[in-house]
């Protein structure tokens, strides 16, 4: 029987692996290993979907990219040796990830890379995870995409046609999974229009962040009738820019950060979606909520480019103004919200485990997967 060391680190890597190694666990000997980059944040998804990690590693809180990299390296190779996997599994494009695939590599152990081929072509947009997901890829000796951009993207930079399955998004699978254990959304309270925001991103701390908090007020006040969910990032710096630029208000309400089936609530409640997340920008579409991304580049521009979400990037104004737009002219609304996701039919994991000859491939791999 096959083994499989499935590699978690992050919050979003445990839900969107979390379809993987459940598919996976039906057909092979699985071992779940979290990092420690995320601990409890990580932990909380896997454990929502029955997933109990096999093994930890443990990191210091304080640290820089450079030191958590160093630290996880050796770590990384005795858990390997360890639990001597026949493939390496990972997801996305955190330090984890790059950590996880070099690792696999030095240790001559193939890796199996979940959402590759997502690009910006700028290695400063997103940092550090444009880095991270092409170095993730050059190592790869699976490469499972989202979309047929994704693969597009990867046979551009010479990677072997075989090499590469489009399947997906495995975060329409655990969307999936979610809402068939979730209670029917809730109405939103005295008839208000609710709008989820979640702000987190590097490159948006500082004064990006701040922009973003101006926009919340300015939109509570000319609007009386909508109210924000905002759940704020752990992140010291964002959690002292939304305290100091006294964005709470009694229709404004701040929240810790969300479990995933909350989360799910919330999307599902939600009127509009404002987000720098890559996991959202996903989701929301599959949901039919319109999303507005607070980026000036995505490395998934399909929901751009189908219409049902928009880059308005962080600048007061224009958050302000997207957001105006789509609260007073019904017609950009219903465009943004007919749906339509091309990010997969929620059958991604199905498709990922039949490359190693397991179960059944779906009816078709053309259904989940871009246009």
């Given amino acids: 029987m096959k083994r499989f060391l499935c590699v978690v680190g992050t919050r979003p890597e445990a839900i969107k692996m979390a379809p993987v190694i459940l598919e996976l666990a039906t057909h092979a000997h699985v071992m779940t290993l979290c990092s ?18 096999d093994d930890t590693i443990r990191v210091a809180k304080s640290r820089t990219l450079a030191t958590l990299t160093a630290a996880l390296l050796p770590a990384m190779e005795r858990m390997i040796a360890k639990h001597r996997p ?4 990972a997801q996305g494009d955190t330090t984890t990830v790059l950590v996880a695939a070099l690792t696999a590599f030095y240790t001559d152990i193939p890796f199996a890379h979940v959402e590759a081929g997502l690009r910006t072509r700028n290695l400063r947009a997103p940092f550090p995870e444009e880095f991270n997901r092409v170095a993730a890829d050059r190592l790869a000796r699976w490469h499972f995409c989202p ?3 994704a693969a597009a993207n990867l046979r551009a930079e010479g990677i072997d046609p075989a090499r590469i399955t489009i399947t997906g998004n495995t975060g329409i699978d655990a969307l999936r999974l979610a809402l068939a254990r979730l209670p029917p959304a809730l109405a939103t309270g005295r008839g208000r229009r609710r709008i989820l925001l979640t702000a987190h991103r590097r ?8 922009a973003i908090c101006r926009a919340i007020v300015a939109l509570v006040e000319q609007f009386d009738d909508i109210e924000f969910a905002i759940p704020v990032h752990p992140n010291p710096e964002v959690r002292a820019t939304f305290e100091r630029l006294r964005v709470a208000h009694e229709r404004v309400q701040l929240m810790p950060p969300l479990s995933y089936p909350r989360l799910v ?27 507005l991304v607070m980026r000036d580049v995505t490395e998934r521009p399909e929901a751009v480019e189908l219409g049902v979400a928009r880059l308005v990037g962080a600048e007061t104004s224009s958050i302000v103004g997207a957001v105006r ?18 990010y997969g039919d929620g059958y991604a994991a199905e498709r990922l485990s039949a490359v190693f000859g397991y179960g059944q491939r779906a009816a078709s791999a053309a259904a989940g997967a871009a246009r």
């Fill in 36 to 53: 420690g980059q995320h601990t409890k944040l990580a932990e909380e998804p896997l454990a929502w979907f029955g997933i109990t990690p």
């Fill in 203 to 210: 490159e948006n701390q500082g004064k990006r962040m701040e």
């Fill in 147 to 149: 979309t047929r951009g």
């Fill in 325 to 342: 737009e789509l609260l007073t002219d019904a017609e950009a609304y219903a465009t943004m919200a007919a749906g339509g996701s091309p």
């Fill in 86 to 89: 026949d493939v390496v599994v």
């Fill in 265 to 291: 609530a919330e999307m599902a409640r939600a009127h509009v979606i404002v987000t720098d997340s890559g996991g959202i920008q996903e989701e929301a579409p599959f949901l039919k909520k319109p999303v």
